[in-house]
T-cell receptor, first 112, second 115 residues
């Protein structure tokens, strides 16, 4: 079993829909949670970063962390074709260990 | 945040040759990392580049194959040596400007094809 599980998709939704992207993890010691967006042939771009349970909102994006269920989500409201990309979750421990543990990435397609 | 540039952005190389990838950051950072991403896959950490000391390599990656330099707090290079087609991948430089566990940023990547 991988430490971080993420459905690779592809996930195809119509423009304007609410998108829900999810990751589950097995290590309850993870404390930092990140969502990255990666367009084709580009490097990953940090979208959201959180280290506590609950919701964090930034514009159309909401990151949700449920540490009791070991589950994180990224919600995208009013999805746009420009949101079409691969979304990767990543997480790390709260110590000097620098290593990010990555999900497989979910390919998202927003249909006009 | 941090702005990261990489050179070259892409290259096609012959088997058996070496390529050096440069990573430049717009601010001084302590922690700098090199990743590999194969097509359709997630990211794999190659090594952590520490200024003033030897790089720390992850399991499956060795210094002879992927030598790394880190001469100062804004620059690093990764060399892919004696390349084979299996080395065809995207190579990404990444930095963590703050402390461990803090936000981490990525460069645009170098797309390498080995023929």
């Amino acid at each position: 079993q991988k430490e971080v599980e993420q459905d690779p998709g592809p996930l195809s939704v119509p423009e304007g829909a609410i998108v829900s992207l999810n990751c589950t993890y097995s290590n309850s010691a993870f404390q930092y949670f990140m969502w990255y967006r990666q367009y084709s042939r580009k490097g990953p771009e940090l979208l959201m970063y959180t280290y506590s349970s609950g919701n964090k909102e930034d514009g159309r994006f909401t990151a949700q962390v449920d540490k009791s269920s070991k589950y994180i989500s990224l919600f995208i409201r009013d999805s746009q074709p420009s949101d079409s990309a691969t979304y990767l979750c990543a997480m790390s421990l709260m110590d000097s260990n620098y290593q990010l543990i990555w999900g497989a990435g979910t390919k998202l397609i927003i249909k006009p | 945040s941090a702005v990261i540039s990489q050179k070259p952005s892409r290259d096609i190389c012959q088997r058996g040759t070496s390529l050096t990838i440069q990573c430049q950051v717009d601010s001084q950072v302590t922690m700098m990392f090199w990743y590999r991403q194969q097509p359709g896959q997630s990211l794999t950490l190659i090594a952590t580049a520490n200024q003033g000391s030897e790089a720390t390599y992850e399991s499956g990656f060795v210094i002879d194959k992927f030598p790394i330099s880190r001469p100062n707090l804004t620059f690093s290079t990764l060399t892919v040596s004696n390349m084979s087609p299996e080395d065809s991948s995207i190579y990404l430089c990444s930095v963590r400007p703050g402390l461990a566990g803090d936000e981490q940023y990525f460069g645009p990547g170098t797309r390498l094809t080995v023929t």
